[in-house]
């Protein structure tokens, strides 16, 4: 016999998103149920943001033992144990998982249940033998890798972000397909772990970033050997004695690049498939499910957040679409979702970091736009550090409001959040000269790149006039 739940909210995922959601909900004593087929924290603890950081600090570590001799000490060639760095990422996953565990959301109150969820009808969910009759509901389902088709590739065995994590051995040479953060990411992490490194793109790396930045990353992955293909399709893979062989034309040539290992992470599909979505009568594509300014669905029983709702994909962009449903389910206020300026970080060495427009966007929307920049090297930290590679670039109106900025840089996610909050408070970039800022600290360079704005004015006669009067009264 099936049990039948009537909470006051059903959560479907046990992402980052779906997780704010429960937690929050039942803290504010609403009854919760949190339906979860996989593992609790989703792919970002599980496969993504967690074991990927992991992966990338352990190759700085790395990294900084072979460029050790630039600051006079001598270091033999990096000695890395690969299966500490895999035990290092696991170790990682296992310290935060307690906080996305079932034990801490059943201490909330949630009802956990581990099972598929499926709809039934507008107003009832399936999941294993229990139904779920809830006054509203929110699919927060994630996404999972997008599998291209390429010929050969059912007959290779390849890596894809939620199974690469699982190598504890070497990889001799990986081969990515697929030059996106995530591509780029785990190529440069492998590099720095003594892995060579082949990375495809069938357009050019980084083609919507902005290309002063781009081209510094992409200079840094270059100097250190990460081969780049762009604009480049693959044509055939097949199996090689070294693991797998890549097929492809370059200058009107056909070229075969081998390698041991081979990564596909061309991109990610929201997980739709099995909710039975007609059912509930909620409008979908391949792409992700149609939603309002609240995140409403044509059920306005149900709410969609997430990788599940297409578009950017982030885990803090998750966990903001779970803000705007808590208000609006629970206090029926009507947030905008499109109101926030939503920052972006790429955590390579250099990371690029950005929120808000870029200058190519900029020139679009606005007829006239100001723009400031300060480069690293001009930052004593950054020296100090030798980090100086990269820059900070700011777009504003002609009256200082900030359109967007873009960093990169050592740091450059951290440095990023002074402009967040400048851009969510209206603060204009010649209000940044009055902080007191710690010296030395790379973030004196928002600060230097706010002077920036004021740089004009010095050479204003009447600025001048005015000095001169001030000082001829003592």
Not at 200 to 226: C, G, I, N, Q, S
Not at 309 to 324: D, K, R, S
């Amino acid at each position: 016999m099936e049990e039948v739940l009537k909470p006051d909210l059903c959560v479907i995922g046990a992402g980052s998103g779906g997780l704010s959601v429960a937690a929050a909900a039942a803290q504010f004593g609403v009854p919760v149920v949190l339906i979860e087929k996989g593992l609790m924290g989703g792919d970002c603890l599980n496969y993504g943001c967690v074991p990927s950081k992991a992966l990338l600090a352990a190759g700085k570590r790395a990294d900084a033992v072979r460029t050790a001799a630039t600051f006079g000490i001598e270091v033999l060639e990096a000695q890395i144990d690969h299966r500490g760095v895999h035990d290092h990422v696991h170790g990682a996953i296992a310290a935060i998982a307690p906080n996305d565990s079932v034990e801490r959301f059943t201490g909330l109150g949630v009802r956990v249940i581990q099972a598929q969820a499926n709809f039934l009808d507008k107003f009832t969910v399936e999941a294993g033998r229990v139904l779920v009759r809830a006054r509203r509901f929110v699919i927060a389902t994630g996404s999972s890798p997008t599998i291209p088709s390429i010929p050969g590739l059912d007959e290779v065995p390849y890596l894809t972000n939620e199974t690469i994590f699982d190598v504890s051995e070497r990889i001799q040479h990986l081969i990515v397909l697929g030059g996106g953060p995530i591509g780029l990411e785990l190529g440069q992490a492998n590099r720095m772990l003594g892995s060579h490194v082949t990375i495809f793109d069938t357009a050019d790396f980084l083609a919507h970033e902005d290309p002063e930045a781009a081209k510094v990353l992409l200079k840094r992955l270059e100097d250190t050997e990460v081969v780049l293909y762009p604009n480049t399709r693959v044509e055939r893979v097949e199996p090689s004695v070294q693991g797998v062989a890549v097929h492809f034309h370059k200058d009107g040539e056909s070229v075969i690049i081998k390698g041991s290992h081979l990564l596909v992470a061309t991109g990610r599909k929201p997980n739709l498939k099995q909710l039975s979505l007609d059912r509930a009568g909620i409008a979908h594509t391949a792409d992700g499910i149609k939603v309002n300014e609240q995140l409403k669905t044509t059920n306005r029983r149900v709410y969609a957040i997430g990788d599940a709702v297409g578009g950017a994909q982030f885990t803090h962009l998750a966990n903001y679409h779970a803000g705007i449903v808590i208000r609006n389910a629970l206090f029926r206020l009507k947030p905008d979702v499109s109101a926030a300026n939503i920052p972006r970080v790429i955590y390579t060495d250099p990371e690029l970091a950005q929120v808000g427009l870029t200058e190519a966007e900029a020139h679009k929307q606005y007829r006239r736009i100001r723009i400031f920049r300060a480069p690293y090297s001009d930052n004593d930290r950054a020296q100090c550090e030798r980090q100086t590679e990269g820059f900070i670039k700011v777009i504003t109106k002609k009256d200082g409001t900030i359109l967007g900025v873009t960093i990169v840089g050592a740091e450059a996610g951290e440095m990023l959040q002074l402009w967040i909050v400048a851009m969510a408070k209206d603060i204009r970039i010649g209000d940044l000269i009055s902080l007191v800022l710690p010296y030395p600290t790379l973030s004196e360079l928002s600060k230097k790149v706010a002077y920036a704005y004021y740089q004009p004015t010095l050479t204003k006669g009447w600025l001048r006039t005015v000095i001169g009067l001030l000082r001829r009264l003592g």
